[in-house]
């Protein structure tokens, strides 16, 4: 099973909003609805964003939102703020008993 | 939360028993899963096992090598590698998985050193 396709960099300025993709095929992304989210901060563990595709875990702020259409998923971070600089990687079941994540992207925060 | 232990400098074909902890909540209700990273690349998934103790699942590249077993009298998880490779270089996480192949708690990860 391959990995899931995410973009090495996205980039924006603060108070603007940044689309991370994560792309799969129609026998994961487009077929279950265990998508997920993560955050990573250099020397840290990372951090569940979103889940079940759209779903925010409490804590996580409203800028955080996540959606599919197709075989592509996307993590919207609206808002941008200093802090939300970091790796973010997206992950999906595929059946077959198997998790697949995505490369990882490294966001920037201008 | 979870803490992993048992990380290691290790020879190629050598083995390690990697050992996470958990606390502060009901371990048998969890499934637990590890993922790891290896220097410079992204996540990789390991292994699952449900709360009882079954199902366990492996990624292709564990198979038939790694065994995940969980004794939720100790709330710990055990990750026995053998036939170890240098491409299992990495750092092993211990996540908590409340459903749906998310993860909601890490620990801060052990490293697993293989060389050849």
């Known amino acids: 099973q391959s990995a899931l396709t995410q973009p090495p960099s996205a980039s924006g300025s603060p108070g603007q909003s940044v689309t991370i993709s994560c792309t799969g095929t129609?026998?994961?992304?487009?077929?279950?609805?265990?998508v997920s989210w993560y955050q990573r901060h250099p020397g840290k563990a990372p951090k569940l964003m979103i889940y079940?595709?759209?779903k925010r875990p409490s804590g996580v702020p409203d800028r955080f939102s996540g959606s599919r259409s197709g075989n592509t998923a996307s993590l919207t971070v609206s808002g941008l703020q200093a802090e939300d600089e970091a790796d973010y990687y997206c992950?999906?079941?595929?059946?077959?008993?198997?998790?697949?994540f995505g490369g990882g992207t490294k966001l920037t925060v201008l | 939360q979870v803490v992993e232990s048992g990380g290691g400098l290790v020879q190629s074909g050598g083995s390690l028993r990697l050992s996470c902890a958990a606390s502060?909540?009901?371990?048998?209700?969890?499934?637990m899963q590890w993922v790891r990273q290896s220097p410079g690349k992204g996540l990789e998934w390991v292994s699952f096992?449900?709360?009882?103790?079954?199902?366990?699942l492996y990624a292709d590249s564990v198979r038939g090598r790694f065994s995940l077993s969980r004794d939720n009298a100790k709330k710990s998880l055990y990750l026995q590698m053998n036939n170890l490779r240098v491409d299992d270089t990495a750092v092993y996480y211990c996540?908590?998985?409340?459903?749906?192949?998310?993860?909601?708690?890490w620990g801060q990860g052990t490293l697993v050193t293989v060389s050849s």
């Open positions: 992950s999906s079941y595929t059946g077959n008993n198997i998790l697949i």
């Open positions: 502060g909540f009901n371990f048998r209700s969890y499934s």
């Open positions: 996540a908590r998985d409340p459903g749906g192949w998310a993860f909601d708690y």
């Open positions: 096992i449900s709360g009882s103790g079954s199902p366990v």
């Open positions: 079940e595709v759209n």
């Open positions: 129609s026998s994961d992304l487009n077929h279950y609805n265990y």
